[in-house]
Structure formats: C-alpha cells, structure tokens
C-alpha cells in the first residue's frame, strides 16, 4: 500500500521481487499515486491498472451499503456523486458525515472537498479530536503508550476517545492495552487532524514526542530518524541536526547506504542554512566539526550507492575537504583524505592517490597513530599491486597486518569504510599469486573472506569476495568464479553498493561465457563494462577488457579480440595500471597467433614482450604462463632448445599444484624437451649464437636503419637466446636494440616497456652501466609520451647514476654516450614545464658533452634533439648549424 510513501531500503525489496520474482509463485498487488513513477522496468509479467472515478451508479450502491439503515432522498445521493467526483473515500467520509448529522441543509450541506469533509467529522468528535490529533503528529501508525506519555491523557479518557475513533471508522485498532497499535484508516485522515492544529501547538506535541523517545534507550537506539523528524518538525534545530546525524550514522553501520544518503542530507542542509549562529568560538568550532563529519559521512554513503568513481562522489569528498581544509585535527584530515584517495585510486588516477597515501602515511608515523598507519600502507600496498610492484605492495600489506587490533580495527571500519586487515589480506593473497607463491595465495584469501564473514560488515566483505573470484579466473575455474560472483551480486543488491555490483556481473559474465555461451556471456560483459566506463572507474578497465577478448575471439573472431586488447593496453597505460600487462600481452600472442598460424614472428613478440614486463615486475606466475605459451610456439615450430631454454628458466622454484595446474603441464613439456637431441648438443653453441647475433643487431641498426625489419630480427633472436645463456651481458645490448627499433617505428608504449624491463634487470643484477642506460631510456620513452616530469626524474637518475670512468665504453654499446644523451632531452622536458632558462642552458651543457666525447653517432644524437628543442623555441638561426652538424 501507498508506495510513494516507502523508505529506499523497501523500495529496493519491491524492486527486487518485481526484476526477479517472475519464477516465484508471487501475486503481488502494489498500491501508488498517479505521480509515483517505479525505480524498475515494466516487464511482460506486470500490470499498471490505472483507477478511474466511480460512476453514479456506482456511488448510489456505496452510499446504499454505508447507509443500510437511512435511506437518503435522490437529491443527496445526486449531490454526494456529483461533489466528490467518484472518489471513493470521498463518498465514505461524506456518507458518514451525513449519517451522524442528518440531512438538514441537504445536498448545499455537502463539503466541497475531502479535506473539508473529514475536518467537520473530527470537529463532532468533541475531546476524541485532540486524541486524533496528537495521534497525526505521531504519524500514520502510533501505540498506546507512546499517544499517552505525549498528550498527558488519563488512561481512561483515552482510550474511550480512542474507542470513539474507531468506531467511527477514522482509525483501525491492533491489540490492546499499553501496546495496542492505531492505525489512521487513510493517510489523508490523519492530514485532516494534522492540519486542524495550530502552528504552536504542532510544534508543542513533536517537541514532546521527541523527548520521550529520546529519552527511552531502546527506541533512542532503534529509531534516531523518528526523534530527528519530531525535532525538525518542533522548529529546534540543533537537536535534529544532531539526530539526523546519528540516523545517518547508524544507516552507515547497517550498509544501509540510501537511507543514510537521505538522513545525512537532511543534517546538512539544516546545518548549512543554520550558518555561522554559533554565539561562542568554542561553539562554531564545534558546529564546524560536526559539519565536517556529517559531510564526511554523506560522502562515504554517497560513494558506495552511487559508485566509487561517480561524479557525485568526487563532488561529497571535494566539499569534505574545503570544509577540512583549515582543521588541524587529524582524525578529520585523515579520513577525508582517505576518502579522496579512494576515488582517485578507482578512477585510475595512481599518481595523485600516491600522493595522497603518502602523505596520510607521513602524517600518522609523525603523529604516532598506528591505526592510521595501518590503513595509510595497506592503501599504498593497493597502489604498488595496480602498479606492478609487488614486493612493495607485499611489504605494506603485511605491515598493515602487523598493526591490526581488534579496538583500532573497530574504529578503522567506522571511519574507513572498511576492515583495514580483511583488505590488506586480500591484497596480500592476491600479490602472493603474481609472486609465485600461488597456495599462500588461497589460503590468504580463505582467511580474508573468513574474517570479512565474522565481522558482518558489508562494504569489508566485498574486497576478499571480489578477489576470490578473481584468483578463480586466473585459475581458469569458471563454475567457482560464477558461485561467487553471485554471492558478491547478492550481498551488493542487498545493500545497495551499485559499482561492486557491476564489477560482479562482469565476473559473471566471464564465467558464463566460459561455461555455456561465450557470445551471450561477451554481451553482458560489454553491458557491465559500459556502466563501468560511464561511471568514471578505470581501475578494473584493462584487466576486464582483457577476459572480454578472451570471449570475443570465442565468439566473434580474432580480429574483434584484437581491437579489444589494443583498447585494453591503452586503458593500462592511461591508468598506469601495469599488473595486467604481461597478460594482456601474452593473451595478445594468443589471438594474433589464431588469426594467422602461419605467421608466428608476431604473437613471439608478444609473448616475449609479456615475459620482460612480468620478469621487471617480479610476476613468476605470468612469466610461467607467458614462457609456456612461448615454449608451446617455439615447440610447434622444430624449436626446441630454444623452447626448453625458455621454459626450464620459468619453471625454477616452482612445484606442482591444483592452484596452477599449467605448473605440472610446464613440467611435463620440459622434460619431454629434455630428451631432443636438439636441446642435448644445443648449450655448447648458445653462447656463441647470443654474441653472433647481438653484434649482427648492431651492424645492421646502423646500416640498414633502426626501424629496419632485420635488425628487429636479430635483436628478437638475441634476446630468446639470451634467456638461456645465465649472465650475458649482450642481453642488455638485445635489450638496448629492441628499445632503439620501438623508438624509431613509433612505437612508443612498447619502447618504454622494454626500457622498463632493460631497467628491472639491470638493477637486480647491480649492473650501474646498464642501469644509467636503462633509466635514459625510460625517461626518453616518457618524454615522447608528454609525462614530463617522471621523464625529468628518469633522465636526472641516469645522471646521478653514470659514472664517466667506468661508463667510457658504454657509448659503443647502446649507441649514445649516456651522460650526453640524457642532457640532451631534458631541455625538452624542462621546456615543455616552463623553464626556459634551464632548458637553454641544458642545451648548451648537452652540446659540450657531446663535442667532449668525439663520438660521432653521439654527436649526431645530441645536435638532433638540441636542433628540435630550438626549433620549440622557434630559433631558426640557432636550427640550422645544430641539423647541419647532425646530418654530417
């Protein structure tokens, strides 16, 4: 009955029962007003009956049955149908009316509205009228005792005006003595009572009616947003402000997110028209402070029902921190902080959430606050696993763990959303994985999920839910992915947490693509993935992109899983999301080797591209999966020295487990390798193989061009070689190749990633030369991606890092002498920032450098990239001389 009137949370149940009850024996018969438009979809199951006025004929049979015993003349029965427009409440109250007072007057007697109608009846009802009255100020339904303590009335004058009420038909009575229910039969009865009262004396009743359920616990605890409706109602601001809050509140705690989006609105758009009444300092620090948290609150509530990236959200954590911005408490600071860093980590802006935990880390160690630390590292351990870096991200999160106690934890789910050691634990499970350590990983997320179920809090059990389903996917376990996809949709239905829902129905819908129809599981992919983009996130973007290809080649072919991992690198890069490269990479190889088998020189690129990417990152278990791909291609092509080669350096520490079955199929593929002829005679030769076509690379780079297909070729062989070969130095001269050949095709991301990984092994192996080389190379792949300031960073590492003693020969190596080259860009970088004083005099700096070494390909290199900064200059005396002495 009268859905316009119900609460969010029994909106959301009607919802749920009109979507999904359609193979339920349900008859469900809803009652609204011609205004109310549903939250759902009309489906072929539903029914909108519209209900039209009676006709006379119809209203001549009511007033009949209402009036059994009084027979009225044809005028009053003409005049009540024409007067109340066939409505048929209306023509009840009417009837009444006319039943207890007579004809006299006739049908000009006739009020002519409803409301009018049932305020004559009330007035008939002598003392049984201000019953009804305090009754309305109550509500719709009221007990007993609540009506007695507020209106003072004896027990038994009362209940003979309540008696009066019902017989009258004005009220419907449950029960009886001190816990009888009342119930107005009609909401626009009580209206009538409600509206009969003067201003004052409204005010008098909700101001009583809220202390008295103030002041008994129970109905304090259960029903804050009763007592912040009666003091709202009594004009007393203050005190409804405070109860709005502690509805708000308690709405958070429950994950009853829309209903606290409600309340906590209401707090503060009275305190916002409030202002600046405080009458002391101390009391507008005070009203500052509770408008902080009710604004901090609001926010969080906002960012699980409406998402965690959506623009509403961004807006309620922009406006915490204006009003945060000159506090100096930090318990405030530092949970809008956290606020912030959570939308700015979901909408895939890593740099700025970094920052942000960074910062939060600092402040909490300075200010001796463990339980802020706490959460401050397992933020950032979230960043360093979006990143790829995962030792670090492992560090935090067992740090976090570390700090956990069951009072600070308490207080971090209060003011953090969500259980600081459920989360770090499944951050922990889930970098295990990419580690290698692929059953601490399962018993990590078993924990989490353990723990999560214990506490019973929502928003704590969606992180280990998520990433269970996810290390199920990453073990190809479709059948559980889905069982516990449907358990996140569920508790997120539940609780009204929209953006976890979605990313719930993409796992589903990976899962069903696996299991039955990879077509239908593909459209609700694409469905879910669009709601995902729309709405800001793209923390997940490139990882989901990814699995849709997987469905898409199924489904439509390779060329449409092509385009898709292409979008989802370019969703990578712009979020700097680098822990779904080396799979998005490897399942690249997959579908460019379907598309043309024929053809494998390019899916061996991939594969090698994802190999590098997960050695930088320290993913042996990507690297695992990526070598034995790459062993499967090479085996399949009369390959297989350099297949066991690759493979039996994946494999190391590894041992057979359910978690990872493709251990045991990595296993059982080596040791058949092992027992080729090719792979028994081929170690003796591979080492000079490696040095053959390293400097063959080299040779043609210059010769034939550094774009040119064969030196690519020889780099590529090099490269696979050097997998085998232990510590050769020629595989950073294959390293250096590769990058040189990216840079000069365009190819730009791929460049760098091969910078990056050129940089991961030199630093592992404490190889300076390579490392200052690498870090040149990073930065100049950066430069030429317009992210100026870490390629300022990279270039001034390299610096640092070269030594010109031991780097002397370096330049003969990779091409360019390093403390040149890098002097070189960063005229460009400091240019693009503004500081064009540097930038000149850099250029200068560079020119020297290079004129110092007489090495002509540096040379060349350094006046080039002068040349271009002078042309940004928009110097063309200065261009001429420098692309001159570049082209000799």
Request: proline share 3%; aromatic share 6%.
């Amino acid at each position: 009955e009268d859905l316009h009137w119900f609460d969010p949370t029994s909106l959301d149940l009607m919802q749920a029962l009109a979507e999904r009850g359609r193979t339920a024996p349900l008859f469900i018969i809803a009652t609204a007003r011609p205004e109310f438009r549903p939250p759902w979809s009309l489906r072929s199951h539903h029914s909108v009956i519209s209900l039209s006025p009676l006709d006379h004929a119809d209203v001549a049979q009511m007033i009949g049955e209402l009036a059994s015993r009084h027979a009225f003349s044809k005028e009053i029965v003409e005049g009540v149908s024409e007067r109340t427009g066939g409505v048929p409440l209306f023509v009840e109250e009417v009837t009444r009316l006319m039943l207890e007072r007579g004809e006299q007057g006739g049908a000009q007697a006739i009020p002519p509205t409803l409301q009018q109608s049932l305020a004559a009846r009330l007035d008939r009802l002598g003392e049984a009228r201000e019953v009804a009255q305090i009754g309305a100020v109550l509500g719709r339904d009221f007990i007993y005792s609540l009506l007695r303590a507020v209106g003072g009335v004896g027990d038994p004058a009362l209940q003979s005006a309540l008696d009066r009420l019902a017989e009258a038909d004005l009220l419907i009575a449950e029960g009886a003595g001190q816990e009888a229910n009342y119930r107005f039969k009609h909401a626009l009865i009580q209206d009538a009572a409600y509206d009969s009262l003067l201003k004052s004396r409204r005010q008098t009743l909700h101001r009583r009616a809220a202390e008295v359920l103030r002041d008994n616990p129970e109905s304090a605890e259960s029903k804050p947003e009763v007592i912040a409706h009666h003091f709202t109602q009594a004009g007393l601001d203050d005190l409804a402000i405070e109860w709005w809050g502690k509805a708000g509140d308690q709405a958070l705690r429950r994950s009853a997110f829309q209903e606290a989006i409600s309340h906590l609105g209401k707090a503060i758009a009275m305190a916002d028209k409030a202002g600046g009444a405080a009458s002391t300092r101390r009391a507008e620090t005070a009203a500052e402070s509770r408008r902080l948290k009710l604004q901090a609150d609001y926010a969080e509530a906002v960012m699980y029902y409406k998402g965690f990236s959506a623009e509403e959200t961004k807006v309620a954590w922009a406006r915490a921190a204006e009003l945060g911005a000159n506090r100096d408490d930090f318990s405030e600071r530092s949970t809008v902080r956290h606020g912030q860093w959570t939308q700015a980590i979901v909408r895939g802006e890593l740099h700025a959430a970094q920052e942000l935990a960074s910062t939060f880390l600092r402040e909490a160690e300075d200010a001796q606050r463990p339980m802020e630390a706490g959460v401050a590292r397992r933020s950032l351990g979230i960043i360093c696993y979006y990143s790829g870096d995962f030792l670090n991200a492992r560090n935090h999160c067992e740090r976090a763990l570390e700090g956990c106690s069951a009072d600070r934890d308490f207080e971090a789910r209060e003011r953090f959303s969500d259980d600081t050691g459920v989360v770090a634990m499944s951050i922990l499970a889930i970098t295990n994985w990419h580690l290698g350590e692929v059953e601490r990983a399962r018993e990590l997320i078993d924990m989490a999920n353990q723990r999560a179920a214990e506490l019973g809090h929502a928003p704590s059990k969606v992180h280990p839910l998520y990433w269970k389903s996810i290390l199920e996917i990453l073990r190809r376990d479709a059948e559980a992915a889905l069982i516990t996809a449907e358990v996140l949709e569920g508790l997120c239905r539940e609780h009204g947490m929209g953006e976890w829902g979605v990313v719930a129905d993409m796992v589903a819908g990976w899962a069903r693509g696996r299991l039955t129809d990879p077509a239908a599981g593909a459209a609700q992919m694409r469905h879910a993935l669009a709601a995902l983009i729309n709405s800001g996130a793209q923390l997940y973007i490139a990882f989901f992109q990814g699995l849709l290809a997987e469905l898409e080649l199924e489904a439509s072919g390779a060329d449409s899983a092509l385009a898709r991992i292409d979008e989802a690198l370019v969703s990578a890069d712009q979020a700097a999301n680098f822990v779904s490269l080396p799979f998005l990479h490897r399942l690249r190889g997959d579908i460019l080797l379907k598309r043309n088998p024929l053809d494998t020189a390019p899916a061996e690129d991939a594969y090698w591209t994802a190999i590098a990417i997960a050695k930088r990152q320290g993913a042996r278990s990507y690297e695992l999966l990526a070598s034995l791909s790459l062993a499967k291609l090479y085996q399949s092509t009369a390959r297989p020295a350099d297949a066991h080669a690759i493979l039996a350096s994946a494999l190391e520490g590894f041992s057979a487990t359910q978690e990872m079955p493709e251990i045991a199929e990595a296993q059982g593929l080596l040791a058949a390798l092992a027992e080729t002829d090719e792979v028994k005679s081929a170690a003796a030769s591979r080492q000079r193989r490696l040095k053959f076509e390293t400097s063959l690379g080299q040779a043609v780079m210059y010769s034939r061009g550094f774009a040119s297909d064969e030196s690519k070729t020889a780099f590529a062989r090099a490269r696979m070689l050097a997998a085998g070969a232990g510590d050769a130095s020629e595989r950073f001269d294959a390293y250096y190749g590769l990058y040189v050949g990216s840079v000069a095709r365009g190819e730009v991301g791929l460049a760098r990633e091969t910078a990056e990984s050129f940089l991961g092994d030199a630093e592992n192996e404490g190889r300076m030369t390579e490392a200052a080389v690498a870090h040149r190379n990073v930065g100049y792949a950066r430069l030429c991606q317009g992210d100026f300031i870490l390629a300022e960073a990279n270039l001034a590492e390299a610096l640092r890092t070269h030594d010109p003693e031991r780097d002397r020969d370096a330049k003969f190596r990779f091409g360019v002498d390093t403390s040149a080259g890098a002097t070189s860009y960063l005229p460009l970088a400091s240019w693009a920032m503004g500081d064009v004083e540097r930038a000149r005099a850099l250029s200068e700096e560079a020119l020297a450098r290079a004129d110092e070494t007489g090495h002509a390909p540096t040379r060349a290199n350094v006046y080039g990239h002068v040349a271009v900064y002078q042309m940004l200059r928009g110097d063309a005396e200065a261009v001429r001389p420098s692309g001159r002495l570049s082209s000799t």
